[in-house]
Each structure stands twice: as structure tokens, then as C-alpha cells.
């Protein structure tokens, strides 16, 4: 099957010239000579000139305050079914074309993918990938890829990875990006009080470059009050935000009651696993952390933020140093690499051996 005839990827853009030329640059390295249809929400910058200089086709939509019906305008100017969608702040890293070219065979399909979170290198997944005969966006904001009829969502992991670079602190629109989004929430919550997902996505606005974690930790609360699935990724992520806003706001107990509360769930992943590690140190718990912290070293899962690697080394190197177990911390701190806080502390405790 050759992909670039049967998929389209698909965007939405307003005055993103400081991102839209790495897109789109990486789209055509890693993808191909694909169709790229771009709807323009109304820039004043270069934005469409960036576009057309790859070949988009780019469409004009009046800005609605909905993003699914600017996504589903995007795709209902596609040639093909197969969508890609990505964002205008985002890079493709990766992508496998075998792998592809089998998951299309099944319309029905729903290609989740791996993306990597520039602002802290925390990854996530999402479903990016679908036949529009088959789904299409619902929701106004933080817009979900929905079936169309009563068949089921099926998911599927693909080996295609990208990276977020959108809301890295030192682009001034951060703010008004995390605005916009909360004033959109507001509106949809007003709609449906108890929505988790809505009242998990206000907490992340929150959250994100620790804006207002007491506020964030509110909104986390209320999320996690109603139950929801615990298979679903967004409530895995709300757990897991909810915890390190507790930390970061001096909530340690709390943190504990709220680790011990969903351990049965989610010990079976190293990012909870790495969270119960650093309440546990913060709660004074550090043989428990110890162990913990050594469960997620080596752990077979994408992990850019070191998790899995230098950042649990270090932080067994800080409790050991703490106990005065020097020389067992210097040998953790070496298997940092070029982990700065590491290689501090190296040159701090090996300075006159």
C-alpha cells in the first residue's frame, strides 16, 4: 500500500509561524509526499505562507469557539479517508510505514500514537490516526475522536511519535493559550457540572507550568470525585498530575493517602511507581522509596524525562547521601551520565578524595 495516496494529514493554525515551518518540514521528512490540508482560523502572520511553501491546501474557517468543528471542517477537505491529524506546534519524529500500512487495512481502526511533552520530556499518548467514513471530532475544546454510529472505538498502539513544543515556558502565548482554553472549559462545564474529563483538563491548565497548583489540585479533586473509568488514559494522567501537584504544594501526607488510594490500579506502571517513590521520600518513607525508585530503572516503556534511568538514580543518590551512605550515592550519581544536579553533586563529594 502506498500511504501517501491513501492519507491525508490534516491541521488547524492561527499565527503559528514560529512552529508551523518544523511541522510541516518534519511531516514531509518523515511521511512523504502526502496531501496537507490547513485550516486557517484566521492568522495575521505568515502562517499561510509557510502552508502553501509545502504544498498545503489551505482552507479558510471562521473561528467558532469549537475546535471540533474546525478539525471536522479540516478533514471534510481531505481527497482521502485516512486521517492524520497533528497540531501546528508539533514535530514527527518517527514513523513505521510497515506498521501503517497494516493498520490501514481495517477502517475501523484508531491509530493511538506517542508524543513527548517538550515542556518537562513526559510522554503521553493519543488517537491521532482514523477513517473519517468511520469517526470525527466531538467536544469544543481538548476534542476527542468519536465513532460515528453505534461501532466501538477501536484502538490501537502505532510506533509513530511526535513532539509537543507549544506550551515550552519561554513562548510568550503560553498564557494566552491556557486563557483561551479555560474560558472554553468554563463554558462546557457549565453544560455538564460533573464532567470529569472537562473538570480534569481545567486542572491541567492549572497545572501546566505550575500556574496556580492549588487551584489545579481543586479541579483534580472534583475529577477523580465521580469515579471514572480507570482504564482511560486522562484519569491515569489526572491521578498522576494530582499527586505531584500535592508534592509541589507541600501536601505530603495527602500525597500519601492519594498514592496508597490508587496503587492497586497503577503499580504496574513505572511513571506511578516513580511518583509514590518521591512522595514516599517526602514523607520520610526511604527504604520504601529506595525500592521503589529501583523498580522503575530499566523499565521497557518511552521515557524522555529519565524516570526509567538518571532521575531515579539520582534520587536513590540523594537518600543515600542523606544517611550518610557516601560512597553508595557517589555510585549512583555516576550512573546519572551528564544529569546536572549528578554531576554537582559528584564534584561536591569527590573534591578532596
Known amino acids: 500500500m502506498n500511504i501517501s495516496n491513501k492519507l491525508s494529514l490534516c491541521m488547524i493554525a492561527r499565527n503559528e509561524e514560529a512552529f508551523l515551518d518544523t511541522a510541516l518540514d518534519s511531516a514531509r521528512r518523515e511521511l512523504g509526499d502526502l496531501e496537507i490540508i490547513v485550516a486557517d482560523t484566521g492568522s495575521e502572520d505568515a502562517t499561510v505562507e509557510i502552508a502553501e511553501k509545502y504544498g498545503a491546501k489551505v ?3 471562521k473561528w467558532c469557539d469549537d475546535f471540533s468543528a474546525a478539525r471536522n471542517f479540516s478533514i471534510s477537505k481531505a481527497s482521502n479517508d485516512w486521517i492524520l491529524y497533528i497540531d501546528a506546534d508539533e514535530e514527527v519524529l518517527e514513523v513505521d510505514f510497515d506498521e501503517l500500512a497494516s493498520f490501514m487495512k481495517d477502517p475501523y481502526n484508531v491509530g493511538s500514537i506517542t508524543g513527548v511533552e517538550l515542556t518537562n520530556n513526559v510522554a503521553w499518548t493519543g488517537s491521532r490516526l482514523f477513517n473519517r467514513k468511520y469517526y470525527n471530532f466531538t467536544g469544543s475544546i481538548h ?3 468519536t465513532p460515528i454510529g453505534k461501532h466501538e472505538k477501536k484502538v490501537k498502539n502505532l510506533s509513530l511519535l511526535l513532539a509537543h513544543h507549544g506550551y515550552l515556558p519561554e513562548f510568550d502565548r503560553v498564557e494566552l493559550k491556557l486563557k483561551r482554553n479555560e474560558k472554553l472549559l468554563l463554558a462546557e462545564l457549565e453544560l455538564a457540572p460533573g464532567d470529569s474529563y472537562i473538570l480534569y483538563q481545567l486542572g491541567k491548565s492549572y497545572f501546566c507550568n505550575e500556574r496556580d497548583l492549588v487551584k489545579a489540585c481543586d479541579y483534580f479533586t472534583r475529577a477523580l470525585s465521580g469515579k471514572p473509568n480507570r482504564s482511560l488514559e486522562y484519569v491515569y494522567d489526572t491521578v ?3 499527586g505531584y501537584a500535592l508534592i509541589n504544594t507541600g501536601q505530603y501526607e495527602k500525597a500519601l493517602e492519594h498514592i496508597l488510594k490508587y496503587s492497586k490500579h497503577y503499580a504496574s506502571k513505572p511513571q506511578f511507581r516513580f ?19 529501583e523498580s522503575c530503572i530499566g523499565a521497557d516503556i518511552v521515557d524522555f524525562s529519565g524516570i526509567t534511568s538518571y532521575l531515579s538514580y539520582y534520587n536513590i543518590g540523594v537518600i543515600l547521601e542523606c544517611v550518610k551512605m ?7 550519581y555516576k550512573n546519572c551520565g551528564d544529569y546536572e544536579p549528578a554531576v554537582a553533586r559528584l564534584a561536591d563529594l569527590t573534591r578532596d578524595v
Open 240 to 242: 498522576e498530575c494530582y
Open 143 to 145: 476534542e476527542q475522536v
Open 326 to 332: 557516601v560512597e553508595d550515592a557517589i555510585a549512583m
Open 59 to 61: 482552507f479558510d474557517f
Open 275 to 293: 511518583l509514590s517513590a518521591h512522595v514516599l521520600q517526602n514523607n520520610g518513607k526511604l527504604i520504601e522509596a529506595v525500592e521503589s525508585y
